[in-house]
Antibody
C-alpha cells in the first residue's frame, strides 16, 4: 500500500537549518508529484509548494521562496524539505503529501508529519 | 494568494446535514474545477474527502459530497455521525501550478 514515512521531530536554534525527509513506498515514486504543507500550532494548513519527482523541478508558494528548498533522491524514493535560517515562527508540523494523479492537485496520501520546533 | 474563506465553525446533530462553504475568487475557485476537501482529526494527518470539486476517493463515504457555484465551493455531509467531527479544509488550484488552502472549519457534532 502507498505509504509516506517522514523523519522524526527536530528541535533547532534560530538561524540553524533543518532537513526533513519523506520516504515513499508502495508505488512508483517518479510517477506522482510531491507536495509540502505546513501547519503552525493551532493554525490551518498552508501549502508550501511541490516538486516534480520526474524532473526534480520545484515550485514554491509565495512566502516560501528563498529559505525553503525541495529536493529528491529518486534512488531511495525520498523527498526532502530543507529550511535554512530558521526563525521561531517556522515552528510547525510539516507534511509531505502525494498528488493523486497528474494535474489534479489533490493529496491522496500524507506523511505522518514532522514537528520542527525553533527555540533558543 | 489570499487564503480561501471558510466559516470558522459549523455544528449539527447526528443524522442531520451540514454544508461548509469555501469562497475564493475568479483566480482560483471560480476558474478551475480543482477544489479538494480534507478532513483532519486532532493530531492526525489530513485525509482527502473530495477532489476535482465533487469526486470521492475510494473508501470515502457517499455521505460526503462536493459542489461549486461561481467562486464558492461547498462540502455537504449528510447523515452526520460523531466520527465526522473534526476540522475541514478546502483547497483550490490557483493557476501557474500553485494552490491555496482555506482557513479551515471546525465541525462539531452535537
Amino acid at each position: 500500500q502507498v505509504q509516506l514515512v517522514q523523519s522524526g521531530s527536530e528541535l533547532k536554534k534560530p538561524g540553524a537549518s533543518v532537513k526533513v525527509s519523506c520516504k515513499a513506498s508502495g508505488y512508483i515514486f517518479t510517477n506522482y508529484a510531491m507536495h509540502w504543507v505546513r501547519q503552525a500550532p493551532g493554525q490551518g494548513l498552508e501549502w508550501m509548494g511541490w516538486i516534480n519527482t520526474n524532473t526534480g523541478s520545484p515550485t514554491y508558494a509565495q512566502g516560501f521562496t528563498g529559505r525553503s528548498v525541495f529536493s529528491l533522491d529518486t534512488s531511495v524514493s525520498t523527498a526532502y524539505l530543507q529550511i535554512s535560517s530558521l526563525k521561531a515562527d517556522d515552528t510547525a508540523v510539516y507534511y509531505c503529501a502525494r498528488d493523486r494523479a497528474i494535474l489534479t492537485f489533490a493529496f491522496d496520501s500524507w506523511g505522518q508529519g514532522t514537528q520542527v520546533s525553533v527555540s533558543s | 494568494q489570499s487564503a480561501l474563506t471558510q466559516p470558522a465553525s459549523v455544528s449539527g446533530s447526528p443524522g442531520q446535514s451540514i454544508t461548509i462553504s469555501c469562497t475564493g475568487t475568479r483566480s482560483d475557485v471560480g476558474s478551475y474545477n480543482l477544489v479538494s476537501w480534507y478532513q483532519q482529526h486532532p493530531g492526525k494527518a489530513p485525509k482527502l474527502m473530495i477532489y476535482e470539486g465533487f469526486k470521492r476517493p475510494s473508501g470515502v463515504s457517499n455521505r460526503f459530497s462536493g459542489s461549486k457555484s461561481g467562486n464558492t465551493a461547498s462540502l455537504t455531509i449528510s447523515g452526520l455521525q460523531s466520527e465526522d467531527e473534526g476540522d475541514y479544509y478546502c483547497c483550490s488550484y490557483a493557476g501557474t501550478s500553485t494552490l491555496v488552502f482555506g482557513r479551515g472549519t471546525k465541525l462539531t457534532v452535537l
